[in-house]
């Protein structure tokens, strides 16, 4: 359900971009966030032909917490893939192969009804 202003909630946006990568391919594990759970943790797990990347799920205007920054900066430290995804469109772009971690995603945003 959108929130009061008409925009899709970060789950709304996290279902659809976990469909999309499972459409395109992509084993996708959601992390269930709690106690226990390595702090800042990336929402999204996607693996595909041998790739595993950490995927963060924010709205538009959304921002990573202190622990997310992290958890990102370890991830990469240790030459793995991180990528924050901020829509459905970025999704499409990334789940086709046209991002990586290093590589910003220029895109228009999905205007939703």
């Known amino acids: 359900?959108?929130?009061?202003?008409?925009?899709?909630?970060?789950?709304?946006?996290?279902?659809?971009?976990?469909?999309?990568?499972?459409?395109?391919?992509?084993?996708?594990?959601?992390?269930?966030?709690?106690?226990?759970?390595?702090?800042?943790?990336?929402?999204?797990?996607?693996?595909?032909?041998?790739?595993?990347?950490?995927?963060?799920?924010?709205?538009?205007?959304g921002k990573q917490s202190k622990d997310q920054l992290e958890f990102e900066a370890d991830v990469k430290a240790h030459g793995g893939e991180y990528v924050v995804l901020r829509s459905v469109d970025e999704a499409v772009i990334f789940a086709k192969g046209g991002a990586n971690a290093d590589t910003s995603i220029p895109v228009q945003r999905h205007r939703w009804p």
């Open 1 to 61: 359900m959108p929130d009061k202003h008409g925009n899709p909630t970060e789950n709304e946006i996290q279902s659809s971009i976990r469909q999309i990568l499972e459409w395109r391919g992509w084993y996708v594990m959601r992390i269930q966030q709690g106690l226990g759970c390595q702090k800042g943790i990336s929402d999204l797990i996607a693996v595909k032909n041998g790739r595993t990347v950490f995927l963060e799920i924010k709205k538009p205007t």
